[in-house]
């Protein structure tokens, strides 16, 4: 039996339990279990990796229940890269965290654990419910980690987080019930094998409830009109919260990638594609909306969250095109983007403790006692995030620009991604100008620099250089793996066997 | 072999960039010794390759990077190429000589030398890449590697807004270009440019072809500086001198022509290419000419002068001709001598007597006769005296202006518009020697000029050695150069023949000839009357600084976009709530629209007692929004919610359900009534009545969208895994309860991950509180002060001996949840329930004096019980969660059975527990802290 693919679900669970028993444990131990079992993450990953890159599956039939009546966790290319993707942000920030933002309350270890396991689990599951009960698990310890230190700001912003998102939580139980009372199932791969045979006349339920499940996911990926809540919220965050809170828009662009592939995929018959139509003009718009908010922001926390929404309109626009090309390039691009968004993240925090009272508003300030090594973090950042040559953001959006041919659609694509590019370099202009350049008096002697924190944030920085020096094989898998998402019938073959349980028989005894 | 030196030509500044950072520290002389020695290498390995360029072979190399998407790190050496190489490595290293004593003690030289050698990298990228996306990657970098540059001097405001307006302007120059060459690559099948310059035809016919050139344009435009963006460069002359010198003559500016160049043979040749680059170039020729002889100061003269020098390039690429080509291939390398000769004249100058203002500067030819000698000589080449190598390629121009085939019969213009700005030129060149070095005495100098260091001179005479050498001796010097360079320029990769062009300094008297002579002549007539002519600009032309207008109108931009975002992100819960309910109405209506809705099913029959419950459920809904602004009434109306939603549950026989749902409705209303205790007990009226109306509006297309959702899915047949569930729950699961198989066996992965959220939930309430500090209320709204009894007698008699009758139906109701109602979370719920009431009755401090738990350590152990449940199975092989069950008998007891469900069971059942008292705890604590405070006083 191949029980590693549960592991990243089980390991941070049983870690996060146990940190909870150890409640009055040295914060150093705390600290030591929770990097461990970070750390353990990341081989992990990496073997589930190496199991799937062939273009196999591995599923995982719990309660040893056959699928469709059990829930099933379900390993593919894409679900192997984003767990990894999971674990290579969260072990930098989660080591930034242990340098002191990690305290007040002593929980913030086990709630991290509990959000990588919410995580792990959404990337994981091959059921549309357990789905539901994984993003509970990471908007309930989401939330925790964004309340964690206290403030108003903080209370705030949580308050309209949480709200939003537990409205959100309903309209997920709606679609999902929906689409059980028509389909009867739950199970990923047996609702895409019944949405290819789905009736005309059920067509118009099915319809909506695809279309309220994409409302659900475009507002954890933050969409437009539903990503107003993300600024405020992950400015108020701790930055290594923060850092690792550019995995979670990323999770509805995977569960939007999954369900809009596999589910409501070109195979849908009457349903199929559905989502592009909505997508399209949506992504393009958040694109630009969110550059022109990168252009107003006025600190640089501020500044990174607006560019976590544009990277998110970049990734849906690829994925509304609905190409095996793009969304090999979106593929490729979403990694780049959740890992520096990331250490941009962490980089702020650490600008943020070297400018005292200024913190990090883009405004004059004195100049900071590490400018020159900060700045130099910065730059390689900004030119990552900007998308400039010749790091990784560069080879994502180019091959994303070389993915649509001509027509209105290149036009539009390239316009709005080369335009906001533009902007957003005007803004990281700017914004590094006034940091870095635009100092007032000599530094401060008694501010210091954590290195463990600079050294962390710096991992993440690297990321680009490493994503663009091995783009070759990095966009082979993200292709291969594209292709297989476009090809579903291998995913439904690995779930229900060849043939697939299509007829319902109420009385089938299941050899146990 | 050979070409594998190129790479490491590029490769050297590259790397190396970060060793005069390491170097300042043994010395300042030590920096530049190294910046110098690596591009001295790097000269030396190019030096080595020429001979066999030369010879007519094009050296490529090639390694590949992203194949599949033609991105390819393909390096080739041809004549163009080897001309700007040389240009870059050969004036880099003066440059570099030079800054040595251009920079102050103050200045950071190992950043300096590091960002330069970064820039020439970059730069030698761009002219030796054969992959044109490999180009473009280069081309982006000499934007970055020069925006550092030009705000070397950061403290400057002048230098960050130069060095911004510089990116802006480049960096999104080039965002067009990628756009551009991804269409070329796109028309012409790859992005090698051995393959683009070989498909002509294909190109120039293909429907995209204006939009890629056009595209392509603008890349090269905005980086050459050419009209409209010429007004980021004079912008740039914030940087450092040397700076100015190496970017302004032979490099940065000279990446867009260097482009028209290169893609000379696959795009020049229609007439779209003629109207749209020679008429930029000419306007740019002239606006350039023109405004060079009206800047006061001496660098702004000099990036003037760059601008209308490179519009002459640019026109003389844009006739389309093989001799037009060739003349800009000349002007290019003559323009780089003498323009670097003079930014460094002109730094000498600025340098040693502390202002670059002419009308202060005057009469320094007593002072530094040597440095106005070398400057006059670079003058008069850029005006294109004879003997001066500028007269050669400008007399060329001159002749091409008249030997072109387009304009008809207003072939006219370009001659004269040439020859005009040949006067200015001459003008310009004239007022930089004559009001620096002679004019009078100079006026208020910050300091008394002198000669520079030795050294500061020497790259300045060996550029006007080469301009005087390549003036008198052409055939003998730049000869195989410029032979080189044309042909790959004009013929691409197919080889070929360059058509005839003489470099005799002399060619006879004929129309250039003419026409030089009328710019020398009206040059020094204007230079006379440049008082009057000063006056006349002045009262035409309002000062007008494009940088500043360049920052209000990004100012304003800015302002716009934070209105925007402040119009969007304006910080309302209320708003996004409605954009996200709006969003799901239309989602859904969009789905429904079209498709019947009402499937085969008719509607069932409708009992008294349902309608009454149904009516009710709605009633209280409706109440609980009405008086949403009193609380406690509120909160009233909502229960009344949960318990109809309860019945209703009985009413269609799922009494699991209902008592779970009775048992969380019960302990949420007394949470909620624990934190109403912290509120005012009316909220404040905010919504003004249209907002009301809106929001019901919104409200009733919300619920109205459900409740078709609801019509659709109960009228059609009913067919699920629910029946799988049923057959299998006995046999399969042991439990014929088959709502809590399910819970714990069929789907316990759901419950175990749900039990999760609770605990995390409720850890996130401690994390939350811990440290809060609330105001406590001591009186109600109306005034009346809280009673002071506040744990009743008779509750406090009756709860107790309750908490153990209510333990025993928890017990009794988890083990016989799994074949009866029944099961853990609602014996956790029930078992709460109890510990709560003892809490209410007899207060928090008397139920923990007796309750020795800690529910954090509760809820954590309840889920990892769950947890390690499902752990177990592994042992046999199973997959997780994978449960077990036997039937066992015992005396006295007879036959019961054992499920490793009911252990998972156990775990939710402490979980509930823990997590529902640690709410209950902390949320009492905070009442009870200020109570006992009070009591203490």
């Known amino acids: ?512 | 072999m050979n070409a594998a030196l190129l790479p490491i030509i590029i490769l050297l500044p590259l790397l190396g960039a970060l060793l005069p950072v390491l170097a300042i520290r043994l010395g300042r002389t030590a920096s530049a010794w190294s910046a110098a020695a690596l591009s001295g290498i790097a000269l030396g390995l190019l030096l080595t390759l020429v001979p066999q360029v030369f010879a007519g072979e094009t050296l490529l190399y090639r390694l590949d990077w992203l194949p599949a998407y033609g991105l390819n790190l393909a390096l080739r050496l041809d004549g163009l190429g080897v001309l700007f190489a040389l240009l870059i490595l050969g004036i880099g290293l003066l440059v570099i000589l030079y800054a040595r004593y251009y920079l102050s003690e103050h200045d950071p030289m190992g950043r300096f030398y590091g960002f330069l050698l970064l820039f020439m990298a970059a730069m030698l990228g761009v002219v030796l890449s054969e992959n044109l996306l490999l180009m473009l990657i280069f081309w982006e970098l000499t934007s970055l590697s020069s925006f550092l540059l030009i705000g070397y001097w950061k403290h400057r405001a002048d230098a960050r807004q130069g060095a911004r307006l510089a990116l802006t302007i480049t960096g999104g120059g080039g965002l067009a270009l990628l756009a551009g060459i991804l269409l070329l690559g796109h028309i012409s099948g790859s992005y090698e440019l051995s393959v683009v310059l070989a498909s002509t035809e294909t190109i120039q016919a293909h429907p995209l072809y204006p939009a890629t050139l056009v595209l392509i344009l603008l890349g090269a435009f905005t980086k050459s500086a050419q009209f409209p963006f010429h007004f980021w460069l004079p912008h740039a002359m914030a940087a450092p001198t040397p700076v100015s010198a190496y970017l302004h003559s032979a490099t940065m500016v000279k990446a867009g022509v260097f482009l028209l160049a290169r893609l000379f043979p696959a795009l020049a040749g229609s007439e779209l290419w003629f109207y749209l680059v020679a008429g930029t170039g000419m306007v740019t020729l002239l606006l350039g000419a023109y405004h060079a002889l009206f800047k006061h100061d001496l660098k702004g003269l000099l990036a003037y002068s760059t601008i209308s020098h490179l519009g002459l390039i640019t026109l003389l690429f844009g006739l389309g001709t093989p001799l037009g080509a060739v003349a800009g291939v000349f002007h290019i390398i003559n323009h780089a001598i003498f323009k670097a000769s003079l930014f460094m004249a002109a730094g000498i100058i600025d340098h040693e007597s502390g202002t670059r203002d002419m009308r202060k500067l005057n009469g320094l030819w007593r002072y530094m006769p040597h440095t106005a000698t070398l400057a006059m000589v670079a003058a008069a080449s850029m005006a294109g005296v004879p003997l001066f190598n500028g007269f050669l390629s400008k007399e060329m121009f001159f002749a091409e202006t008249l030997h072109h085939s387009w304009l008809g019969a207003w072939h006219w213009l370009l001659p004269v518009g040439a020859t005009l700005a040949g006067v200015f030129a001459v003008a310009y060149s004239i007022r930089f020697i004559h009001d620096v070095f002679f004019n009078g005495d100079p006026i208020d100098l910050p300091r008394t000029p002198h000669e520079p260091p030795r050294y500061m001179k020497v790259p300045v005479e060996i550029l006007v050695a080469l301009c005087l050498l390549v003036g008198i001796f052409p055939a003998w010097t730049v000869a195989p150069l410029l032979a080189s360079a044309a042909a790959s320029t004009v013929n691409g990769t197919v080889g070929g023949a360059l058509p005839h062009y003489s470099l005799a300094v002399w060619h006879g008297f004929n129309l250039p000839l003419l026409m030089s002579v009328i710019a020398i002549a009206g040059g020094a007539l204007i230079y006379v009357l440049r008082h009057q002519l000063f006056a006349l600009h002045a009262r035409l032309f309002r000062p007008f600084d494009a940088k500043a207008l360049f920052e209000r109108q990004l100012e304003q931009i800015i302002g716009y976009a934070r209105r925007l975002t402040a119009l969007l992100e304006n910080g309302s819960l209320q708003r996004y709530l409605m954009l996200l309910v709006a969003s799901a109405v239309v989602l859904v209506a969009s789905g429904l629209w079209g498709s019947p809705l009402s499937g085969p099913l008719p509607a069932g029959e409708v009992d008294a007692v349902t309608l009454a419950g149904a009516l009710a459920l709605a009633l209280s809904a409706i109440t609980t929004t009405l008086w949403h602004r009193r609380r406690l009434v509120a909160l009233i109306q909502l229960s009344v919610v949960g318990l109809v939603v309860s019945i209703a549950f009985v009413r269609f026989a799922a009494p699991d359900l209902a008592l779970t749902q009775l048992s969380v409705e019960m302990v949420t209303i007394i949470l909620l009534m624990l934190v109403l205790y912290f509120l005012p007990q009316q909220s404040p009226a905010e919504s003004s009545p249209l907002r009301i109306g809106r929001d019901l509006l919104l409200a009733v297309a919300a619920g109205g969208s459900v409740a078709l959702l609801a019509w659709g899915v109960l009228t059609r047949p009913y067919q699920t895994i629910g029946d799988y569930f049923m057959a299998n729950s006995l046999s399969g699961g042991g439990g014929s309860n088959v709502v809590n198989v399910i819970l714990v066996d069929f789907r316990g992965f759901d419950t175990l991950g749900e039990v999760t959220v609770l605990g995390i939930a409720a850890i996130g309430i401690v994390m939350m509180l811990s440290g809060l500090q609330l105001k406590m209320p001591t009186a109600d709204a109306a005034g009346r002060p809280w009673a002071r009894e506040r744990y009743p007698m008779i509750l406090a008699v009756i709860s107790r001996p309750l908490l153990p009758l209510a333990l025993v139906v928890a017990i009794y109701l988890m083990l016989r949840g799994h074949n009866m109602p029944g099961g853990g979370f609602i014996a956790g719920l029930v078992t709460a329930i109890a510990l709560i009431l003892q809490y209410v009755a007899s207060g928090i401090a008397w139920t923990q004096q007796r309750m020795h738990l800690d529910y954090i350590k509760l809820t954590a152990a309840g889920v990892l019980l769950a947890a390690l449940t499902g752990l177990g199975s592994w042992a046999f092989g199973y997959p997780y969660l994978t449960s077990s069950f036997g039937h066992f008998t015992l005396p006295l007891l007879g036959e019961f059975e054992l499920a490793t469900a009911m252990l998972f069971d156990l775990g939710v059942f402490l979980a509930v527990i823990g997590s529902t008292l640690l709410v209950l705890a902390n949320l009492g604590k905070l009442s009870v802290l200020k109570h006992t405070l009070k009591e203490e006083r």
């Open chain 1, 1 to 512: 039996m191949n029980h590693w693919i549960i592991l990243p679900i089980i390991l941070p669970l049983l870690s996060g339990l146990l940190l909870l028993l150890g409640g009055r444990w040295a914060q150093s131990r705390k600290r030591l279990l929770s990097l461990l079992a970070t750390a353990a993450l990341l081989p992990l990953a990496v073997a589930l990796l190496l199991q799937v890159g062939d273009g196999s599956y591995r599923v995982y039939a719990l309660g040893n229940w056959p699928a469709p009546y059990g829930i099933v966790l379900v390993l593919d290319r894409l679900a192997a890269l984003m767990l990894l993707l999971t674990a290579l942000l969260a072990l930098p920030s989660l080591w930034y965290a242990t340098r002191g933002d990690d305290g007040h309350s002593g929980h913030f270890h086990a709630i991290f654990q509990f959000q990588l396991m919410g995580l792990n689990g959404a990337f994981l599951t091959g059921d549309l419910f357990n789905l539901f009960v994984f993003f509970e698990v990471l908007l309930i310890a989401s939330y925790a980690l964004l309340l964690h230190g206290g403030g108003a700001a903080r209370s705030r912003a949580g308050l309209h987080y949480v709200l939003l998102n537990l409205t959100g939580s309903s309209l997920f139980l709606i679609a999902v019930g929906v689409l059980y009372g028509i389909t009867g199932t739950l199970n990923m791969a047996d609702l895409a094998q019944r949405m290819a045979q789905a009736a005309p006349s059920e067509a118009g339920l099915l319809h909506a409830a695809a279309l309220l499940l994409l409302l659900v996911f475009a507002l954890k990926a933050a969409l437009l009109p539903l990503y107003f809540w993300l600024p405020s919220a992950y400015s108020a965050a701790s930055a290594p919260v923060a850092a690792l809170f550019a995995i979670m828009t990323k999770v509805g662009v995977y569960a939007i990638v999954r369900v809009y592939t596999l589910i409501f995929g070109a195979e849908a018959g009457v349903l199929a594609n559905l989502a592009s139509e909505w997508l399209w003009p949506l992504a393009l718009a958040t694109l630009l909306l969110g550059a022109f908010g990168a252009l107003a922001a006025g600190t640089l926390r501020g500044l990174i969250a607006y560019l976590l929404i544009i990277s998110v309109g970049i990734l849906l626009a690829g994925v509304a095109l609905h190409t095996t090309a793009a969304l090999g390039a979106v593929l490729y691009y979403l990694p780049h983007t959740t890992l520096v968004s990331g250490g941009l993240f962490l980089l702020a925090g650490i600008i943020r403790g070297q400018r005292g009272a200024d913190e990090d508003r883009l405004g004059s300030a004195a100049a900071m006692p590490w400018q020159a090594t900060l700045g130099v973090l910065f730059f390689i950042g900004a030119i990552a995030v900007a998308g400039l040559p010749p790091l990784s953001g560069f080879i994502g959006k180019l091959v994303l620009l070389s993915a649509v041919a001509p027509g209105p659609q290149q036009a539009w694509l390239w316009s709005v991604v080369l335009g906001g590019s533009l902007i957003t370099l005007i803004a990281l202009s700017r914004a590094g100008s006034v940091l870095f350049w635009k100092t007032t008096g000599g530094a401060s002697a008694t501010v210091t620099l954590d290195r463990q924190q600079l050294l962390a944030a710096t991992l993440l920085l690297l990321a680009p250089l490493l994503l663009s020096l091995f783009a070759a094989p990095l966009l082979a898998f993200t292709e291969a793996t594209a292709q297989q998402l476009h090809a579903p019938r291998g995913y439904i073959a690995a779930v229900l066997g060849a043939e697939g349980p299509l007829s319902l028989v109420a009385t089938q005894e299941v050899a146990r």
